[in-house]
């Protein structure tokens, strides 16, 4: 038995297809989510970086309590840190395209990552956007960095480490390299910011490399 079949686009759709192969290129989309957890200022710095970086669109989540905690430790208004997202998505909107991986981000950074958002991600737990997005990105095989904040730690907190690495995500804690001899706190956060999009795959020059380090030191 053969099968055969034709299929005729309408012209109209014709030329919609047509154009959606002419246009220009999209952005790079990349997910910044900042949890409730302190160190809100990576999560911004990050987000500063990435405005500042052609071809890259990024797209801001926050908790609830990240923005308690923008506000106590940055001393920032909301509106201060929309206005450096290309776009702003609430908690509660599971509407959104981020929810579902349908808009194509490359890759989704939680900084800072609460304990409690990593063990929500280890169990497969999506009740609210940030939650979702991310296991939506594990789901597909994208890039997922999570910056977990907290010490120490205890068998739980490493078991649900494992179970995210296990799965394809990637936990970056906050460490701080002292051979790069930072100067101020701004120095540090830039550091680990670094590391970040490095694991995005986002060229940068926030701080040298060590090589680079020691071919000035013997010159």
Request: aromatic share 4%.
């Amino acid at each position: 038995m053969t099968l055969s079949f034709s299929f005729e686009m309408p012209p109209a759709v014709r030329g919609s297809v047509s154009a959606a192969f002419t246009h220009t290129p999209v952005p790079r989309r990349i997910i910044v989510a900042i949890s409730d957890a302190s160190g809100a200022v990576y999560g911004a710095r990050l987000l500063q970086v990435l405005r500042d970086t052609p071809g890259i669109e990024s797209h801001l989540i926050v908790s609830g309590a990240g923005w308690r905690s923008i506000e106590n430790e940055l001393d920032m208004d909301r509106d201060f840190i929309e206005d450096m997202a290309d776009q702003v998505h609430d908690m509660d909107d599971l509407d959104t395209p981020l929810a579902s991986s349908s808009l194509g981000c490359s890759g989704m950074v939680i900084a800072p990552c609460s304990t409690a958002t990593l063990a929500a991600l280890a169990h497969g737990l999506a009740d609210n956007l940030l939650t979702c997005t991310a296991d939506a990105m594990l789901r597909e095989r994208r890039r997922l960095v999570l910056m977990v904040r907290e010490s120490p730690l205890h068998l739980t907190h490493l078991r649900n480490m494992l179970s995210v690495t296990e799965m394809g995500g990637i936990i970056c804690p906050p460490v701080p390299a002292f051979c790069l001899h930072p100067q101020t706190v701004g120095d540090i956060v830039n550091h680990s910011v670094a590391h970040l999009l490095d694991l995005l795959d986002v060229p940068h020059n926030l701080t040298p490399r060590a090589g680079d380090l020691e071919l000035a030191e013997a010159a």
